[in-house]
């Protein structure tokens, strides 16, 4: 699975629950409402983003040229620019709601199916990379929910494991040698 390759997701259903901690430039989100609308699949996307970017920096991105979608670029930039701690419908195919909160004094407004861990790294968020958040993550997903994160140190995935994850390590998207995916095991 990639970023915003939701055909992985287990399970059949009429939508998707997405929640990314770390929006940083919004690619994540971007690659999962192209993939929404691909699949005429209803997205909901939560995130969270502590340190939002400054303008002079996402409007500058030309993800959706490199994408060879231009004309998506309207959408991308209300990814960032669209009201904070509110629901907003980019597109009928994916809901977007971002919040300025920090993790893990945060509770998701619905449980997830599949989250992007994107947060710093461990050396300088460790407090986010621990058994205990984790297990705070997970009683908040959906049953078999996929987490993917960049970060593969071996201490965070026995903190995964230790939280209730069974956790694979799999070959990373040009510059990451690596990736984990983490799927929720057992009940609630």
């Known amino acids: 699975m ?4 939701v055909s992985d997701l287990p399970g059949p259903g009429t939508s998707v629950r997405v929640f990314e901690l770390g929006l940083g430039t919004g690619l994540n989100a971007l690659l999962t409402l192209l993939e929404a609308e691909t699949m005429q699949l209803p997205v909901y996307y939560e995130a969270l983003e502590a340190y939002p970017l400054e303008a002079a920096i996402f409007e500058n991105l030309d993800y959706c040229g490199q994408l060879g979608r231009p004309g998506l670029q309207p959408k991308f930039l209300q990814l960032h620019t669209c009201d904070w701690d509110r629901p907003v419908a ?3 195919y994916f809901t977007f709601y971002k919040s ?7 509770a998701l407004r619905q449980a997830a199916e599949l989250v992007y861990y994107d947060a710093f790294d461990p050396v300088v968020q460790p407090e986010l990379w621990n058994a205990s958040t984790f297990k705070h ?3 908040q997903l959906a049953p078999g929910a996929l987490l993917l994160t960049y970060c593969s140190k ?18 990373g998207p040009p510059g990451k040698r690596e990736m984990v995916r983490a799927t929720l095991v057992g009940e609630k």
């Open 137 to 139: 993550l997970a009683g």
């Open 100 to 106: 300025r909160d920090k993790w893990p004094d945060y």
């Open 154 to 171: 071996g201490t965070v995935r026995r903190a995964l494991q230790e939280a209730g994850f069974c956790v694979e390590k799999l070959p």
């Open 90 to 92: 980019i597109s009928p």
């Open 2 to 5: 990639q970023d915003g390759d």
